[in-house]
């Protein structure tokens, strides 16, 4: 009786799973009957990755309104948050400057407690081995970037290299126009959008995601910081903003 030899592919994302499956694949085609089980489990669906989206609670600790107190409950979305997405390292860099900038005991405690989540990020991210994404030899342009995290926000992915550059030259008029009722807050939030960006660029190359097919999860805390952003332009600006948007 023949035995049937089974190989189990696992890791992360963009690992190169699927270039060792095809390899063998070739490889094997000439000696034998090959069974392919394709499971491909995404962000959306797989309950590991349940409070992945918890991450949204950290913008919500960065933005937070003091003069509310209710202190307790910020720290509780930095901890639920900071325990479920990477982005809580970002994320305390940026409550370090707002901590430097305010000076107060309230930013200084959410600045701790961000650190301190960080450090367990770290810790737990010690012994998992690391995988580069293959194609990530050369980074996308800058033009390429804006393309995809901002022209394709409001168009779709073909279309978005002819909507970025109206759409960057309105987004720096209205800042331009806003300037003096933006304060420190509001360039955080910019900063989060910048370094959300970042990472996603960073973590997958641009031809292997969109946001309207597959690795469109990549594009979820861009699209939701930049919408932020347009938001509270709106609001600075009713008259160029807020009636576009409604």
């Not at 991450?55 to 639920?80: H, K, P, Q, V």
């Not at 209205?174 to 959300?196: N, T």
Request: hydrophobic fraction near 55%; proline fraction near 7%.
């Amino acid at each position: 009786m023949g035995r049937l030899a089974l190989t189990l592919v696992t890791g992360p994302a963009n690992a190169g799973k699927l270039r060792r499956l095809l390899d063998a694949y070739v490889e094997a085609l000439p000696d034998e009957p090959v069974l392919i089980v394709p499971t491909r489990p995404d962000i959306f669906a797989v309950g590991l990755t349940t409070f992945w989206w918890m991450g949204f609670l950290l913008l919500l600790a960065l933005l937070w309104d003091t003069s509310r107190n209710r202190e307790g409950l910020r720290s509780a979305y930095l901890m639920i948050g900071g325990l479920s997405h990477i982005i809580i390292v970002p994320i305390a860099a940026l409550l370090a400057v707002r901590a430097l900038i305010e000076r107060k005991s309230s930013e200084y405690r959410a600045c701790a407690i961000a650190v301190l989540m960080s450090a367990i990020q770290g810790v737990a991210l010690l012994g998992a081995p690391l995988h580069v994404a293959p194609g990530l030899e050369q980074l996308p342009s800058v033009h390429e970037i804006a393309n995809a995290y901002l022209g394709s926000m409001v168009a779709a992915p073909w279309y978005a290299a002819y909507v970025t550059p109206p759409l960057l030259a309105f987004l720096a008029y209205c800042l331009y126009r806003a300037r003096p009722r933006l304060d420190h807050v509001f360039l955080l939030l910019a900063g989060a959008y910048l370094i959300f960006v970042a990472m996603s660029v960073l973590r997958a190359p641009l031809s292997f995601h969109s946001p309207t097919s597959y690795g469109s999860r990549y594009f979820l805390y861009p699209f939701v910081t930049l919408a932020w952003i347009f938001l509270w332009l709106a609001a600075v600006l009713p008259a160029q903003l807020g009636t576009a948007m409604r």
